[in-house]
């Protein structure tokens, strides 16, 4: 029995801390636990993805086989479907941060972000339920972009697509995040788990 | 405190791979630690860096992995528990140490923590060094998980202390930077200092001496075979037909394949964690009662190869593979599903592998290349080169973050091979060719392996132009010091070397130091530097804005904008120096306020004076 979790962004956006308190929050929950950090040679401005397993009984391999993926949470849309058209299957649910970070090919003008309308089918195409959320906005109002990452477990914690209690995590933020952001990442993870039932479509 | 000196036995503790062999080496008593940098095996020395201000533990960056080795060596050799960390390439490094330590063995616990890079995440290629334990003949470790990370550490100080050898602990960048949990040991009180005992027929290796030596690092391999064959991490599971014999990493996706596929029953796995000396006798009783093996290994077929000499010396005639089956090759990593692809194939298992998603009707996905940081003095260092050397010129040029500078739009880069090339190599291309040699170099890598060549070219009187870009701090392994950096940078109070001095030790007459975000008087340098007949070097001085930001002195500058009356959409900006912090809004190029940081080189790039600093 397991879970396979991919947390994917561009570099710099905090999702692999975010994948690290995860899976903190699964081991003290009294789960198996590997997290494998896929990146390349650079970790500001790339895709980067985190594959976090989450399961009883033996230990499972830190990256995941190729379209076994359970849930996705994507911080940005075209590294969602980056990891979809790999990982995903019939009954994959992802969030998604609707919010473009547009590659430097794209700033310069060489290559095309994909239209929103394209992104939106493919990415629905490769899931059984998607959620797309402006946790950009949440952070900004909060004062913070740095904040996006607990966004983004506060909406995941709030799909109760993962057995893992959201009390619990708190307790991880406050351990375990510096302590300059420790408040305003407590609010955020609150404003996270509330965005179901307003526009979380879920 | 630091949390890896938590002392709570039996605690669990998610911990990344190389946090895990860090606490393993504090578990074993670990005195005294080296390295260089070099992904993926930088987080190792990271945490002793920081335990090393809080505790007595010496730690050290050395200015490169031969250097390590060597001071590592002495501190072992003196009977201090000691560890040296580097990545694959990093042991060609130290190879030259690492060859003959094996002679002299040490007297108190060595490790030498090997990260290789199979798919080359980091690296400028995926050699795999399991080939160096069977040429220095010193005992390899290959954990499996961040578990064995931690407890074979430990291990590994016992082995190396009882067989008085070195031991190489092998990683690679999915174990290196893989998260898992780990139940913590006991940390064991350090003996940080010792008295040498001299012992020259042991130590110093002259000839008489060596041949004594060899023989007994033979006795000592044969001991340490023995070990391998008792060693609880060398493990047979199950007792089928069928063989798999696997080695770190792989192992998880052998066990997570047999699983899926429900073939417990019918095989038998080897999972070799004391890799070298191979347990012999051990294969020979595993693949006994076999009909075949099939051997899941990354990179080159070491263990295939020397299962197959086993099976030919013992008369036995079962089948062996590896390389070829399946998509099981000598390239890049694996990952689950080609384990899964090759085992079902091999043993003709019947399974449909899941098929890969159509993407026919999806939008094409653009890439997020690695690119140089919005303001990195490097852009302006490049662009000033360029301008004076124009196209036709070589450009050497050497590892670090730099290395970037290959892509266009700047395309400085026509050779990159190992650290330190960038100067030797100059040295050759500026002979056998008429076209002017202008290359690069950051900090840390000449203080890492560019003196030796500098030397050379003064001596041997070459004429090229050496760039040394010195933005304060080893910024592509994440900001590690180095002999040249600000002491305050460290919180340390070691003595800074200066490159500057070091480049007019080594008799280099034309040095010019400059400031990058000053293009017209860089160029003028570069330009100068290029007429003058002889070796020049140029000092290209800019922090790197990453490191500046966290150390606290950031540029305390206003970013810029793009003054929409007076642009004329030359796009110079965006065409020659395509840094991140520009963006295209239909045919408009603008800068966006948060990512600029106020470098201003694009401002004097721009023919209309149209960018300029934002106000208030």
Known sequence: ?202 | MHKLLTDSPGTEMLLLGNEAIARGALEAGLAFATCYPGTPSSEIPEQFFAISKETDLYFEYSTNEKVAMEVAAGAAISGLRTMVTMKHVGLNVAADPLMTLAYTGVEAGMVIVNADDPYLFSSQNEQDNRYYARLSSLPMLEPTNTQEMKDWTKAAFELSEELKLPVILRTTTRLAHVRGGVKLGELQPRKVKTTFKKDPFHYVCVPAVSRELHKLLLRKYDQAVEKSENSPMNEIIGNGPWGIVANGVSVNYVMDAVSDLGIEDKVSILKLGFSYPMPRDLCVRFMEPLEKVLVVEELEPVVEHELKTIAQETGLTLEIKGKGVGELSRLFEYNPGMVRKGIAEYFEIDYKAPLPVDTSDFPALPGRPPNLCAGCPHRATFYAVKQVYGTDAIHPTDIGCYTLGLLPPLSMGDLVICMGSSVSSSCGFSRATDQKVASFIGDSTFFHSGITGLVNAVHNNHKFTLVIMDNGTTAMTGHQPHPGVEPETTGLDLPKVSVEDVVRGCGVKDVHVVRPYNLKKTIEAVRASMEYDGLSVIVSKEYCPLFARRIGKARKARPFYVNLDKCKNHRDCINLLACPAMFLEGEQVHIDKNLCIGCTVCAQVCPENAIMPLKG
């Open chain 1, 1 to 202: 029995m397991g879970i396979n979790i991919i947390i994917t962004g561009v570099g710099g956006q905090g999702n692999v801390l975010a994948a690290k308190l995860l899976a903190t929050a699964g081991l003290e929950a009294g789960w198996e636990v590997t997290v494998g950090d896929v990146f390349g040679l650079t970790q500001r401005g790339g895709s980067v993805a985190s594959h976090v397993r989450l399961f009883k009984g033996y230990l499972l391999p830190p990256l995941i086989p190729c379209r076994s993926l359970d849930i996705l949470v994507a911080f940005e849309p075209l590294e969602a479907l980056r990891i979809l058209t790999q990982f995903g299957r019939e009954t994959t649910r992802a969030i998604i941060n609707d919010q473009p970070v547009w590659p430097i090919g794209v700033q310069a003008g060489r290559f095309q972000y994909p239209e929103a309308q394209e992104l939106h089918s493919a990415i629905e195409n490769l899931t059984s339920k998607t959620a797309f959320i402006n946790a950009t906005r949440v952070a900004k109002e909060l004062g913070n972009i740095q904040v996006l990452n607990m966004v983004m477990l506060g909406a995941l914690y709030g799909s109760g697509w993962i057995p893992l209690s959201p009390r619990t995590f708190e307790s991880i933020i406050q351990s375990s995040t510096s302590s300059q952001l420790r408040g305003l990442n407590i609010k955020a993870f609150r404003r996270g788990l509330k965005l179901k039932g307003s526009n979380l479509h879920i």
